[in-house]
């Protein structure tokens, strides 16, 4: 049984990692083809992707979820949601799918609080002209002005005008009113390209993607009356067709104008098609959440298996731990073809590979440091399910694949200065992890002998060499690529200050490990403390909004980042307690 344990581990795995969710529902002849449109391609936020990725990215930011459940318990999909909300189904109005946790906000808004937090559009829109006039009362302050109110009422508007914009760029032309045509025309016109979806593709006789809305307006016969005269778009026909049969239920007319719509598409522009089947099928998986999962088994496992000196679950967890880093290895490849750019671009993207490294890091120690006894298992499984359960907060500001600022689109300091400066990161917090496991085993339990003592801080002295190594190149690569971009090489920026903090720092523990003014306790303590300078170089600094770094804002990573920096700082007060008060003995 023991030979075979790690080929059950992997058959087990396979079966629950591609058991559900990887394959689209089943549909027949006779049912609405909702994974065909999901595949249809749309352009939002400078970016071409399936409206399966769109559909997603919208719910996530209104609900913090990717699907809906109705009333009755049933789990729609993000596509189907969407579909039915941008053709205008009535029970699309009553998806609870926008969550409001301010009880202020609520209130306001006449609203009871309810459990979850999630809200239908019909729920709110008696009050809706509340919410839009407190909104643009907040945005008239200035940012220090503004209250916690004042922020729960800007973050809720936003989700309402996500909602609308996108909502509106689907309206039925035939639905306005013709003294209101001109004006929702030149709405459409101001709005086209940046802020509404863009679903008809660039053909033959327009070289542009344009919205549905103003591409049917253009066809309408009460605009050509008023002498605004546009060639009728067969795309944009046979796409405005299939919403209205799919609103009035007309499975064979939505089916057939769906097909028809993709093969124009396809006769004049085969290339948009590109990579969206794949980029659905990466939806599908959820690599990140299921890898998340396992990795927080594996620690359990491990720390079992540690606690008790058992190899039998170390064993196991760590051939979970391969398990669980494939798909991970996988996804960010997935992300590397379909973005065209590598691995890390944004602070979405920076965690996912954080955790991969570190992942990366763990399996190394076990595998080839003989007297690791587990430890790697414990700092990239806990290392893995901290940072992608980061990753999943951060998916909530939208697509995290969006365009590139234009100073930072460029693949080659891309590949080379973030990709090292962001390892810098993972080999710091890998030896502050393992600092923090030094800690409290010596602290409450009696697992820290004098082998396990020393063979932890080995493990945090050479990944603490390994830190500095690769902080300290990045952060000079950071300056040839400031020079490179803004004509100086170093300018005291607060990202530039903080990327050298992590080089002293890393430098400040190997100097007071050499010059004996520490020991093992000690310089775990230090590693401890190098999480709190990373954390700021890698979250803190883009709080403070300003500096040419300041494109990683994000509102509600202060009071998390807070959260972090108290519970290392607890860890280090833990660690200085007197030895007389350790469980384990001998310690240094």
Same mark, same amino acid.
């Given at each position: 049984m023991?030979? +075979?344990?790690?080929?059950i581990?992997? =058959?087990?795995?396979? @079966?629950?990692?591609?058991?559900?969710?990887v394959?689209?529902?089943k549909?027949?002849?006779?049912?609405?083809?909702?994974?065909?449109?999901?595949?249809?391609?749309? /352009?939002y936020?400078?970016?071409?992707?399936?409206?399966?990725?769109?559909? #997603?990215?919208?719910?996530?930011?209104?609900?913090?979820?990717?699907?809906?459940?109705?009333a009755d318990?049933?789990?729609v999909?993000?596509s189907?949601?969407? !579909?039915d909300?941008?053709?205008g189904r009535?029970e *699309?109005?009553?998806?609870?799918v926008?969550?409001?946790?301010s009880?202020?906000?609520?209130s306001?808004?006449?609203?009871?609080?309810v459990k979850r937090? #999630?809200?239908?559009y019909?729920?709110v829109a008696p009050?809706?002209?509340?919410?839009?006039?407190?909104?643009?009362?907040?945005?008239?302050?200035?940012?220090?002005q503004r209250?916690?109110?004042?922020k729960?009422?800007?973050k809720t508007?936003n989700?309402?005008?996500l909602?609308?914009?996108?909502m509106? *760029?689907?309206?039925? $032309?035939?639905?306005?009113?013709?003294?209101?045509?001109?004006?929702?025309?030149?709405?459409?016109?101001r709005?086209e390209?940046?802020?509404i979806?863009?679903?008809?593709?660039?053909?033959?006789?327009n070289?542009?993607? %344009?919205?549905?809305?103003?591409?049917l307006l253009?066809?309408?016969p009460?605009?050509?009356s008023?002498?605004h005269i546009?060639?009728?778009?067969?795309?944009?026909?046979a796409y405005?067709?299939?919403l209205?049969?799919? %609103?009035?239920?007309?499975v064979? !007319?939505?089916?057939?104008?769906?097909?028809e719509?993709?093969?124009?598409?396809?006769?004049?522009n085969?290339?948009?098609? #590109?990579?969206?089947?794949?980029?659905?099928?990466?939806?599908r998986l959820? *690599?990140?959440m /299921?890898?998340?999962?396992?990795?927080l088994l594996?620690?359990?496992l491990?720390?079992?298996?540690?606690?008790?000196r058992?190899p039998?679950?170390i064993?196991?967890?760590?051939?979970?731990?391969?398990c669980?880093?494939?798909?991970?290895?996988? *996804?960010?490849?997935?992300?590397?073809?379909?973005s065209?750019y590598?691995?890390?671009?944004?602070?979405?993207?920076s965690?996912?590979f954080i955790g991969?490294a570190?992942?990366?890091a763990g399996?190394?120690?076990?595998? @080839?440091?003989r007297?690791?006894?587990g430890?790697?298992?414990?700092?990239?499984?806990?290392?893995?399910? =901290?940072?992608?359960?980061?990753?999943?907060?951060?998916a909530g500001?939208?697509?995290?694949?969006?365009?590139?600022?234009a100073?930072?689109?460029?693949?080659f300091?891309?590949?080379?200065?973030?990709?090292?400066v962001?390892l810098g990161?993972?080999?710091?917090?890998v030896?502050?992890?393992?600092?923090?496991?030094?800690i409290?085993?010596?602290?409450?339990?009696?697992?820290?002998d004098?082998?396990t003592?020393?063979?932890?801080?080995r493990?945090?002295?050479?990944?603490?060499?390994?830190?500095?190594?690769?902080?300290?190149?990045?952060? @000079? !690569?950071?300056?040839? &690529?400031?020079?490179?971009?803004?004509g100086?090489?170093?300018g005291?920026?607060?990202?530039?200050n903080?990327?050298?903090?992590?080089?002293?720092?890393?430098?400040?523990?190997l +100097?007071?490990?050499?010059?004996?003014?520490?020991?093992?306790?000690?310089?775990? @303590?230090?590693?401890?403390a190098g999480?709190?300078?990373?954390? &700021?170089?890698w979250?803190?600094?883009?709080q403070?909004?300003?500096?040419?770094?300041?494109?990683?804002f994000t509102?509600?990573?202060?009071?998390?980042?807070?959260?972090?920096v108290?519970?290392q700082?607890?860890?280090?007060?833990?660690?200085l307690v007197?030895?007389?008060?350790?469980?384990? #003995? $001998? =310690?240094?």
């Open positions: 023991k030979k +075979h344990i790690s080929t581990i992997v =058959v087990l795995f396979a @079966v629950w990692f591609f058991q559900s969710g394959k689209p529902p549909e027949t002849a006779t049912d609405f083809q909702i994974n065909a449109f999901a595949h249809l391609p749309v /352009k936020e400078g970016r071409t992707k399936p409206m399966d990725t769109l559909a #997603r990215n919208v719910l996530t930011v209104l609900s913090d979820k990717q699907s809906v459940r109705t318990g049933e789990k999909s993000a189907k949601w969407l !579909l909300n941008i053709s009535p *699309a109005m009553n998806y609870k926008f969550r409001i946790e009880l202020d906000v609520l306001s808004l006449g609203l009871e609080e937090f #999630r809200y239908s019909a729920d009050n809706i002209g509340k919410l839009d006039a407190a909104s643009r009362a907040a945005y008239a302050k200035s940012e220090k209250d916690l109110y004042d729960q009422v800007i508007a989700k309402f005008y909602y609308q914009n996108i509106s *760029a689907f309206e039925d $032309p035939s639905s306005i009113q013709q003294e209101q045509l001109m004006a929702v025309a030149q709405r459409y016109m709005l390209g940046f802020s979806p863009l679903v008809i593709p660039p053909n033959s006789g070289e542009k993607w %344009r919205p549905l809305m103003s591409t253009a066809n309408h009460a605009m050509q008023m002498g546009g060639e009728p778009d067969p795309t944009a026909v405005g067709v299939m209205a049969a799919y %609103r009035e239920g007309n064979a !007319l939505f089916n057939n104008s769906l097909m719509f993709g093969g124009l598409v396809m006769a004049d085969p290339e948009v098609f #590109r990579k969206l089947s794949f980029e659905c099928f990466y939806n959820g *690599a990140f /299921k890898s998340a999962q396992l990795y594996v620690f359990l491990s720390c079992f298996g540690w606690m008790t058992k039998g679950p064993k196991a967890g760590l051939t979970l731990m391969i669980a880093f494939i798909p991970h290895t996988f *996804a960010i490849i997935a992300r590397v073809f379909l065209g590598p691995p890390v671009t944004n602070l979405y993207s965690a996912i991969w570190a992942v990366g399996i190394i120690l076990e595998l @080839v440091y007297k690791a006894d430890m790697g298992n414990l700092v990239g499984s806990i290392a893995g399910f =901290v940072t992608l359960l980061i990753a999943h907060f951060l500001d939208g697509d995290t694949m969006a365009m590139m600022r100073v930072l689109d460029t693949r300091w891309l590949a080379t200065h973030v990709i090292t962001t990161y993972m080999a710091t917090f030896a502050g992890t393992i600092g923090i496991f030094y409290f085993a010596g602290l409450f339990s009696r697992r820290l004098t082998e003592n020393e063979n932890m801080y493990m945090m002295y050479g990944t603490t060499c390994f830190a500095l190594l690769l902080s300290f190149v990045g952060t @000079v !690569l950071g300056g040839l &690529w400031a020079d490179d971009s803004w100086r090489f170093w005291w920026d607060p990202k530039e903080g990327a050298l903090l992590i080089v002293i720092w890393n430098a400040i523990m +100097h007071a490990r050499y010059g004996k003014m520490v020991a093992n306790r000690g310089f775990a @303590v230090l590693a401890v999480n709190i300078v990373t954390a &700021w170089s979250f803190g600094v883009n403070l909004s300003v500096g040419l770094h300041s494109y990683g509102s509600s990573a202060t009071f998390w980042l807070l959260v972090f108290c519970s700082l607890l860890v280090i007060f833990a660690g007197p030895l007389r008060l350790w469980k384990s #003995r $001998p =310690v240094q």
